[in-house]
DNA sequence: ACCTCGCCATGACATTTGTCAGGGTCCGGC
DNA sequence: GCCGGACCCTGACAAATGTCATGGCGAGGT
């Protein structure tokens, strides 16, 4: 009995790549392919798979948020993440989010057949070392106002233009900012938001 | 007559899935795999590959310039850079570092495969599209210094830990900077760096 | 009802950052 | 031989940033 895949990732050259070397098992068969996060569950609903991959990185709807969905819709489907980063923060918010896998893409090949039949048979498949890191994250410490604020800076705007995007005073802006990079332990915006990136603090 | 490739790319699972789909098409066989550029050379010059596809992002020697070496060492091997950002000073660094091909990871799948082809044939190939951005980025105005002053901050670091580990005063750094800022018309480091990195000027 | 806590805000203050106007060396090209 | 430009530095100033003390409002818990 095959077991039947969905494929989720904005880049088509790496899906084409990862259909293909999915495809060398005779067990398995990719029975849907899609570029963007938005387009999951609907081509989930029509193709029914048994396992659904996904990257995080994707427009439309990223893969945390589609898998949300999917857990939703279609329970059988069982969500794996397959991701470029290794971060703490995704791994806590795919679990949250109900997926059963987490594959990061520099594992060796072999581990995503593995990582697939694994999930099939109803274990769940995170990477231990990473499981370890996420639990040592710990939970963001950040209000949501100051994730809000820590996120708008990423464009390198100043605290005016924050201010007037939020509808917040500048003095409150200064506020959160300052809280955000006491609780990050840091000097500056830039560290602070660049930790709160590494520990999926946002 | 068959095609005989080298594929370097840091994330395993990506290297075995691009192996896969490269095998299915008869003419090309994957003769070396590696994960960092400087085992690029080495390999090339063990297996005689027609053609190596190189990722930008690798550790130890980057794709480019792991090209560069190439060139010199095997000029009868030619250079494919195979990148996720299709950014123009990448496109630019790429041509002088003497790579006949340029194929963004989110090319449609067939895409790589035919710029082989035509790589063989004696063409360059290049998404026409990033070409024109490329020459719309132009020269990078910055001159050494600043870009290296400009790097630095990318950590978050402040003006006292650059100038110490640059060996520079701190009023030195902070005129690299204005200068940067200026030459990138933006309002403050962030920016600046964020702009100089989407450029390729750095 | 009271207390806590997140949220919003203010104003004052020290520090950091960005700008400007200098002045110095060294090198390659006209 | 002189000029321009990259490079290094200083000091002074204005603007942006980070910190702190303080207070009001509303929601949830005891």
């Known amino acids: 009995m095959t077991i039947r895949l969905l494929l989720a990732d904005d880049q088509d050259l790496i899906r084409g790549a990862l259909s293909a070397l999915l495809e060398l098992e005779e067990d398995f068969e990719v029975v849907a392919s899609v570029g963007r996060g938005d387009q999951v569950a609907d081509a989930?609903?029509?193709?029914?798979?048994?396992?659904?991959?996904?990257?995080?990185?994707?427009?439309?709807?990223?893969?945390?948020?589609?898998?949300?969905?999917?857990?939703?819709?279609?329970?059988?489907?069982?969500?794996?993440?397959?991701?470029?980063?290794?971060?703490a923060g995704y791994l806590r918010r795919a679990m949250e989010a109900g997926a059963v896998g987490f594959v990061v893409k520099d594992a060796p090949p072999e581990t995503l057949a593995d990582a697939i039949r694994r999930v099939m048979a109803g274990q769940r498949v995170v990477d231990p070392a990473l499981a370890a890191a996420t639990l040592a994250a710990g939970e963001s410490p950040l209000t949501a106002r100051e994730r809000d604020v820590l996120n708008a800076t990423r464009s390198g705007a100043g605290v005016a233009d924050i201010a007037a995007r939020l509808y917040l005073s500048e003095g409150t802006v200064r506020n959160y900012l300052s809280a955000a990079i006491a609780k990050t332990a840091t000097r500056n915006r830039a560290e602070a938001l660049r930790v709160a990136d590494e520990r999926g603090w946002l």
């Open 44 to 87: 989930a609903a029509e193709h029914r798979p048994d396992v659904a991959l996904l990257d995080i990185e994707m427009p439309g709807l990223d893969g945390l948020a589609a898998a949300a969905v999917l857990a939703k819709r279609l329970p059988a489907c069982r969500v794996v993440i397959l991701t470029t980063f290794g971060r």
